[in-house]
């Protein structure tokens, strides 16, 4: 064996030992799966802020999934990872949840789970001006006005 082909085998048996996580105490003793109802209380408020959850809609579906996890019916792997992909691929987001939601459920159907994730009412997103049936405020809609009447002028020179 040359020279070469010994510092290769080296440097690649360094970069395996270096970038292959150990399998022995990874470290990984958050396991929802063995917790009290107390500490199933505390991870379900840990996910609606971390989540940046706003509606009652939201809040209901992450207790949803924590009762899932609390029944043993999905795998807390799931939950984390799908937090873990919007907090990697958005970082910059005001609204995770958006992300987790999505996230979650195609995840749950690669691993044929899909059954286990409650339904969630997107129409609490949509708006047609107003949001949730709450009129748009009246310094928005002055706002509003004044916009359109400076593109009016601006049009008319």
Known sequence: MTNIARCSLLLMACFAIILLPPVIGN???F???????????????????LLKTRAD???K????????????KIPSRL??????????????TNYPFIYFEKVI???AKAMKLEKEIPPFDYSIYKSDGQS????????????TTKRSLFKLRSSNR
Not at 33 to 48: D, M
Not at 79 to 92: A, D, E, F, I, L
Not at 132 to 143: F, I, K, M, T, W
Request: charged letters at 25%; aromatic letters at 10%; hydrophobic letters at 35%.
């Open 27 to 29: 470290g990984d003793d």
């Open 31 to 49: 396991l929802p799966e063995s917790f009290t109802n107390a500490q199933f209380v505390e991870y379900e408020r840990k996910l609606n802020a």
């Open 57 to 59: 809609e939201e809040k």
């Open 61 to 72: 579906f992450v207790n949803q999934i924590v009762m899932q996890v609390k029944l043993g």
């Open 79 to 92: 939950v984390s990872t799908s937090y873990q992909w919007g907090r990697t691929k958005r970082p910059n």
């Open 105 to 107: 459920r195609i995840q």
């Open 132 to 143: 949730n049936g709450v009129a748009q405020s009246a310094a928005s809609q002055e706002a």
